[in-house]
């Protein structure tokens, strides 16, 4: 039985502009849409908590402005410091949202899409497959309702990834909206602002075309075109020549540092062969390429299993002997299917074949 849905609002809280949010208040003195806008972006408040305006400009404003997403789950993991949940959308489709808190920073990872059609097989949300883009305000209020539980914890969030379910940069007109209204108006810099892609080089040189430097990271996984086509079908279209040279281009406009993430996986791109094939890569880029490394998640479509923290050590410590900055990322959320690669919103994920062939350090098939 497919999962009840919810009529669609005219325009949700997140989703109007401050033009859109003068057409709700026509026939209110002016300064009632500066009230509204700090409100929601700078009090990250409802409507019906702003006791500035009257209490019946309160109540229309929850039901002309409503929320999109309705919290279905909540869970909770790493002693209260990572928070994943689990929302509704009108149409009956979900998302994630992930929120870490750590000493020093509080970082939220946002979902641009329901589902995904990249077909990344070891990918939870690829194995679900894709249902729909996300709305700009979809996205925003990700943000928002992540800052406001950071704020009641006493704690400010401070940055914003694009890691969550979909591909950010198959939607990025919204993901660009989305990151104007996180910047210019939640107050996040553009260097606190993160999104990763798989590859999809025109929307790589979209971005750079945009007036913020966000930081690019490239969920890499493998740095010959054999494997990652494997790994990452989008590959075969966007191979990673032509990869590396659209991140040198960005680079160059932008000045930022581009990360590539690498998901280890036992057997299959965890080998001295692999560490020294992306050396290689980052060479071009000199200082300004760093490598996150990301012992695979377990999924329920994916038979492989990710590297031991023995060769994940290893795997970082080769990188480093060849003058590759790299970091092993910690793991968060694992048990409650928060970390990298394992957001589904509960839908059902496809077994995946192995088929890979992988390359030994001669280059040779083994």
């Keep these: 039985m497919s999962a009840p849905t ?12 401050r033009e859109q949010l003068g057409e709700v208040l026509a026939g209110e003195p002016r300064y009632r849409i500066d009230q509204v806008w700090q409100g929601l972006y700078e009090q990250l408040r409802s409507p019906a908590e702003l006791t500035t305006l009257p209490k019946a400009l309160r109540t229309r404003l929850d039901q002309e402005l409503p929320l ?20 509704r959308l009108h149409d009956g489709h979900r998302i994630e949202t992930v929120l870490m808190m750590y000493p020093d920073r509080v970082t939220v990872c946002v979902s641009s899409q329901a589902g995904c059609a990249m077909d990344c097989g070891f990918c939870a949300t690829g194995q679900a497959g894709f249902q729909r883009h996300l709305t700009s305000g979809e ?44 910047h210019d108006d939640l107050g996040l810099s553009a260097r606190h602002l993160t999104v990763s892609t798989i590859g999809i080089v025109p929307g790589i040189r979209s971005l750079a075309a945009r ?6 990271a490239v969920s890499l996984h493998a740095a010959n075109d054999d494997t990652r086509s494997t790994l990452v079908p989008m590959n075969k279209r966007y191979p990673i020549s032509m990869l590396m040279e659209a991140c040198a281009d960005y680079l160059a406009v932008k000045g930022r540092r581009i990360s590539f993430e690498w998901a280890l996986i036992e057997g299959v791109n965890d080998r001295d062969s692999d560490a020294h094939e992306l050396a290689a890569l980052c060479r071009r880029f000199r200082l300004a390429a760093h490598v996150n ?8 479509g994916w038979p492989t299993v990710g590297s ?13 002997r060849l003058g590759v900055n790299a970091t092993v990322r910690r793991n968060r959320g694992t048990d409650i299917d928060a970390a990298c690669g394992q957001l589904a919103a509960g839908q059902p994920v496809r077994s995946q074949p192995i088929a890979i062939r992988a390359r030994g350090t001669s280059g040779s098939p083994r």
């Design 6 to 17: 919810r009529s669609r609002p005219t325009r949700s809280r997140f989703d109007v502009d």
């Design 68 to 87: 999109a997403l309705e919290q279905e789950v909540r869970r909770i993991s790493d002693q209260g410091d990572t928070v994943k949940y689990l929302w």
């Design 139 to 182: 996205i925003v209020e990700q943000v928002a309702r992540a800052a406001r539980e950071a704020r009641d914890l006493g704690r400010r969030l401070g940055n914003v990834v694009f890691m969550g379910m979909g591909e950010p940069l198959a939607n990025e007109a919204a993901v660009w909206a989305a990151i104007e209204r996180i």
């Design 211 to 216: 007036p913020l430097p966000v930081n690019l």
């Design 293 to 300: 490394l990301i012992p695979l998640n377990p999924t329920p």
């Design 308 to 320: 031991s923290p023995r060769r994940v050590r290893e795997f970082r410590d080769l990188l480093e």
